[in-house]
């Protein structure tokens, strides 16, 4: 079974800090990598995907960083905010969806 | 633009009881559906997918059945609940050659 590693766990950050979640994966087939945001009691969002032809994708204060050679990206979350405190989750998808893996899961919380 | 629904948002049911949750999406026709269970604290497990009426595909053995009895409604149920079937239960769809998925608001479930 496919496989994807989320790390850290948990992310304690201040407020105003830059959080980083990382994901990695194993089949290079995957060609859609979304990042999804969970708050409690809610179902999961979709906060920013990217596909491997770029290395980077910025919205707003979220930018995913990829590298296709190392089987990994990241979520950046500039500035976080207590607003931002939620479980987040990456994902990999391939076969136009048919096929995907979700990560474990990072519970971050932003302290005022 | 399209919404999906979950019913009911809290339940609790004691063990050996049956079970039926269901789920709707509005505003799109013939799409992917599938439904999740997450434990406290813990990751998304893919439960069943269907991508059209009648069709569903289970990804864990278990006590839990789901059909899909019209386009856009797709059911989960059990005939005896059991402890271990406590948790929240996320419906979420997609397009059938989309990857984004569309989470719903999940149901609460508590087995006692």
């Known amino acids: 079974q496919q496989q994807v590693k989320q790390s850290p766990q948990s992310l304690i950050v201040q407020k105003g800090g830059i959080s980083i979640i990382n994901c990695a994966y194993e089949?290079?087939?995957?060609?859609?990598f979304p990042w999804y945001q969970q708050f409690p009691g809610k179902g999961p969002a979709l906060l920013i995907a990217?596909?491997?032809?770029?290395s980077e994708k910025k919205e707003g204060r979220f930018t995913i960083s990829f590298n296709k050679s190392a089987k990994q990206f990241s979520l950046h979350i500039m500035d976080s905010q207590p607003g931002d405190s939620a479980t987040y989750f990456c994902?990999?998808?391939?076969?136009?969806?048919?096929?995907?893996?979700f990560g474990p899961g990072t519970r971050l919380s932003v302290l005022p | 633009s399209q919404t999906i629904h979950q019913w009911p948002a809290t339940l609790v049911q004691p063990v050996g009881s049956p079970l039926s949750l269901e789920c709707t999406v509005e505003?799109?026709?013939?799409?992917?559906l599938y439904w999740y269970r997450q434990a406290a604290g813990r990751g998304l497990q893919l439960l069943f997918y269907?991508?059209?009426?009648?069709?569903i595909s289970s990804e864990v053995p278990q006590n839990l059945s789901a059909s899909r009895p019209q386009d856009r409604q797709f059911i989960l149920s059990s005939k005896k609940l059991l402890l271990s079937d406590s948790g929240f239960y996320l419906c979420?769809?997609?397009?059938?050659?989309?990857?984004?998925?569309?989470f719903g608001p999940g149901t609460r479930l508590t087995v006692t």
């Open positions: 979420a769809w997609s397009h059938g050659q989309g990857y984004e998925q569309y």
């Open positions: 089949n290079t087939a995957f060609d859609y």
């Open positions: 990217i596909r491997p032809d770029v």
């Open positions: 994902a990999v998808f391939s076969g136009g969806g048919q096929n995907f893996v």
């Open positions: 505003g799109t026709s013939n799409p992917n």
């Open positions: 269907s991508v059209g009426i009648g069709q």
